[in-house]
Nanobody, 129 residues
Framework: QVQLVESGGGLVQPGGSLRLSCAASGFSLERYAIGWFRQAPGKEREGVLCDSSNDGSIYSAASVKGRFTISRDTAKDMVYLQMNSLNAEDTGIYYC??????????????????????WGQGTQVTVSS
């Protein structure tokens, strides 16, 4: 069964850090671009970071640049999202997903592009004191 499962969410104080994990099963991540998206209450899902499989190019939302990093362990079919200097605006449900090979601006900005999928169930991140 092809699926992605996120973990690592939780409650963290402003300024704190979290590392989210995304485990792939039923397929290899080797030839896929990885996308992390998030959805805050009452808002549309948005792209956070996207990592292409072949050229190492990374797309990042302006709001997370310098604070969030994406990495992958291809041997384990795992993807990670390291989040530092968290603030209340980072609160939301975080999802990982994939698309073939590359990520680029147009698809990064459209979470409902049919090329994205499967999606994980999401993991809740709450930044609050």
């Amino acid at each position: 069964q092809v699926q992605l499962v996120e973990s690592g969410g939780g409650l963290v104080q402003p300024g704190g850090s979290l590392r989210l994990s995304c485990a792939a099963s039923g397929f290899s991540l080797e030839r896929y671009a990885i996308g992390w998206f998030r959805q805050a209450p009452g808002k549309e899902r948005e792209g956070v970071l996207c990592d292409s499989s072949n050229d190492g190019s990374i797309y990042s939302a302006a709001s997370v640049k310098g604070r969030f990093t994406i990495s992958r362990d291809t041997a384990k079919d795992m993807v990670y999202l390291q989040m530092n200097s968290l603030n209340a605006e980072d609160t939301g449900i975080y999802y990982c997903t994939v698309r073939p090979y590359v990520c680029y601006g147009k698809v990064f900005s459209r979470w409902n592009d049919p090329s994205w999928g499967p999606w994980g169930q999401g993991t809740q991140v709450t930044v609050s004191s």
